[in-house]
């Protein structure tokens, strides 16, 4: 018996419980069923265009930059341009995601590396699971597909949305997770990101890049 066995053991002790009773399961089951939704802002509350541009104006009040494209087969030639708009290498690291290998990489000079960063890279490419309208903010599941490390290291990070996984608030993203995971295999870890990293500890100074990309640039995909 682990020493967590122990401290349930001993709270269900002083509780009288074993923990087997079918009607306490019931309870539990039901109150997370029907657990009552937080307060959830207004200003995401929105549909259609209007949601889709709340969204872009958000990312760019983070400090972040954002472009459109008509379909996935645009994606690579778009971040070809923003790496050359922006004098940085054409290199690029990405996971394993099926949508970004199905893309036309072929037809960029991109020189491209697959697999989790080491932290010598200057540039990445991820795809978001959503994005959240209502603060510019991309949600990203980890696991092969989308190494975590991609969030992080890289000096400049470069996120793929679909234009219909943009949601109104944070509640429906996790909606979305819980129904598409499922209970028991969710990801081990989700990360919100909103913006490029940054920093005003010292002095309130901002500072870009204190713990993580330095530059966050937002692909909105049309399908």
Same mark, same amino acid.
């Given at each position: 018996m682990s020493s967590r !066995? !122990?401290?349930?053991?001993?709270?269900?002790?002083?509780?009288?419980?074993?923990g087997s009773e079918t009607?306490?399961?019931?309870? +539990? @089951?039901?109150?997370?069923?029907?657990?009552?939704?937080?307060?959830?802002?207004?200003r995401g509350q929105v549909s259609g265009e209007e949601r889709i541009a709340l969204f872009k104006t958000m990312v760019e009040t983070s400090l972040a930059t954002v472009t459109e494209v008509a379909s996935a087969a645009e994606v690579p030639q778009s971040i070809a341009l923003f790496l050359r708009n922006h004098n940085l290498p054409a290199t690029l690291r990405m996971g394993d995601d099926p949508r970004l290998k199905a893309m036309p990489w072929a037809d960029t000079?991109?020189?491209? @590396?697959?697999?989790?960063?080491?932290?010598?890279?200057?540039?990445?490419?991820?795809?978001?699971?959503?994005?959240? @309208?209502? #603060?510019?903010?991309?949600?990203? +599941?980890?696991?092969?597909?989308?190494?975590?490390?991609?969030?992080?290291?890289?000096?400049?990070?470069?996120?793929v949305v679909s234009a219909k !996984?943009?949601?109104?608030?944070?509640? #429906?993203?996790?909606?979305?997770?819980?129904?598409?995971?499922?209970?028991?295999?969710?990801?081990?870890? +989700?990360?919100?990101?909103?913006?490029? *990293?940054? *920093?005003? !500890?010292?002095e309130q100074t901002l500072l870009l890049g204190a713990h993580g990309p330095r530059r966050l640039h937002v692909v909105v995909v049309r399908d």
């Open positions: !066995d !122990d401290i349930f053991a001993n709270i269900r002790r002083s509780l009288g419980v074993k009607i306490r399961q019931q309870i +539990v @089951a039901d109150r997370l069923e029907r657990s009552p939704r937080g307060v959830i802002p207004k000079a991109l020189e491209i @590396a697959h697999g989790p960063s080491e932290g010598r890279d200057l540039n990445a490419v991820s795809h978001a699971f959503g994005g959240i @309208a209502e #603060s510019g903010t991309l949600a990203m +599941v980890s696991g092969p597909e989308n190494p975590s490390t991609l969030n992080f290291l890289p000096d400049n990070h470069i996120i !996984d943009i949601a109104g608030d944070y509640e #429906s993203v996790w909606n979305r997770i819980r129904f598409a995971y499922g209970k028991g295999s969710m990801p081990r870890t +989700v990360n919100f990101i909103t913006g490029p *990293s940054r *920093s005003g !500890d010292i």
